[in-house]
């Protein structure tokens, strides 16, 4: 089954023409399902970027989603032209009544600040208070992932001496565990971030489980049973280029970066990058939402209770 999308936003177009499924309203309303209701609440400034790399994933599966585009109410994006936003996008507050299967709140550029320090941090909390009782499985990602268990478990992120940048292999410490249904024993994940969090912090909250770590970068994907979520602090999501924008865009004004490691054939920035997440994305998010839909209760109003 197809994801369920506007038919003018801009990742119709693009998953369209990379071959996945993808379904109007109009289309969707003619079959008898109920599809699963997904809500991307995208902190990133790259909205529509954002959006098509979680599009494509979550739309890779064989069941029908319906992606609901959510935004901070108060916060105003400076790098997505407003139309964009007030086509696509509901304000957290215009929506904080309805039922989600699932909700992704993304990464943010923010790392430097301290959690209380972030405009709408108080917002955001409300958010994460809410998916216990609105959403029935929530996934944070990079920055929306360390705010997530810090709030409910006051794990701290920590600021690293210098920027993990690349792509590095990270091992399975639970092959059993339904997330990671038909992965390797390793695999290789884009990291780019400036903080991390500690593994002898996150195992000292015995309600919460490591499912993918390395020994350059940390503990990657979490699982927090009690709240019904996960917490991966790396981008499984990124594009084949999206390094490489990073790095361009850095290299180009000066600011001091390095090459990313094991990123570019010979860590040779001018040869065209080669992907070796992809296959280990859609499984991951593929498994997400399959236990999702495995789990939740048909009758929504029945989420969270």
Known sequence: MPIKIPSDLPAFDVLTNEGVMVMSEDQAARQDIRPLKIGLLNLMPK??????????????????????????????TRNTAAEHMESFYHPFQEVKDEKFDGLIITGAPIEHLEFQEVTYWDELREVMDWTQTNVHSTFGVCWGGMAMINHFHGVP?????????????????APASPFLRGFSDDCVIPVSRWTEMKQYEIDAVP???????SDEVGPCLVEDPVHRALYIFNHFEYDSDTLKQEYDRDASTGTAINVPVN?????????????????????????????????????????GH
């Open 47 to 76: 909205k529509i970027q954002t959006e098509n790399q979680f599009a494509r994933l979550i739309g890779a599966t064989p069941l029908q989603i319906d992606l609901s585009l959510i935004r901070m109410s108060e916060h105003q």
């Open 207 to 213: 309600e919460l489980v490591t499912l993918l770590g």
């Open 263 to 303: 990123y570019y054939p010979d860590d040779d920035p001018t040869r065209r990058p080669m992907n070796r997440w992809r296959s280990h994305a859609h499984l991951l998010y593929g498994n997400w939402i399959n236990e999702i839909y495995q789990s939740t209760p048909f009758d929504m109003q029945e989420i």
């Open 157 to 173: 992120k920590h600021i690293l001496p210098h920027k993990a940048f690349g792509c590095f292999r990270h091992s399975n410490l």
